[in-house]
């Protein structure tokens, strides 16, 4: 069983930036593929960005590709997703997930384990 914890989140002006963390505990952290999801009010739970073992492979929705970069530290059981230039359709709850085999990167459905999330509000 693996726990999640996100942080990071906060009140943000367009423009600026925020770096998330999400702390695992309780499993092997390595073995996990680590992703990062938000819901935005009133809309579904979309996928943001996603890495692979070892950090080998990124995927990043199309709308924060070269703003958003996600990364990991398995010697820290630790995967952070820094947000640069942000807009206010950012706004949401962002939360991590863990996924063992892999094999849909976006797929909220293949995750095993979420964190609670953390709430990101850009201000225009």
């Known amino acids: 069983q693996v726990q999640l914890v996100e942080s990071g989140g906060g009140l943000v002006q367009a423009g600026g930036s925020l770096r998330l963390s999400c702390a695992a505990s309780?499993?092997?952290?390595?073995?996990?593929?680590m992703g990062w999801f938000r819901r935005a009010p009133g809309k579904e739970r979309e996928f943001v960005a996603g890495i692979t073992w070892s950090g080998r492979d990124r995927y990043y929705k199309d709308a924060v590709k070269g703003r958003f970069t996600v990364s990991r530290d398995d010697a820290k059981n630790t995967t952070d997703l820094q947000m640069n230039d942000l807009k206010p359709e950012d706004t949401a709850v962002y939360y991590c997930?863990?996924?063992?085999?892999?094999?849909?990167?976006?797929?909220?459905?293949?995750?095993?384990?979420w964190g609670p999330g953390t709430r990101v509000t850009v201000s225009s």
């Open positions: 309780g499993g092997t952290f390595s073995r996990y593929v």
């Open positions: 997930a863990a996924d063992l085999e892999g094999f849909g990167v976006a797929s909220d459905y293949e995750y095993d384990y």
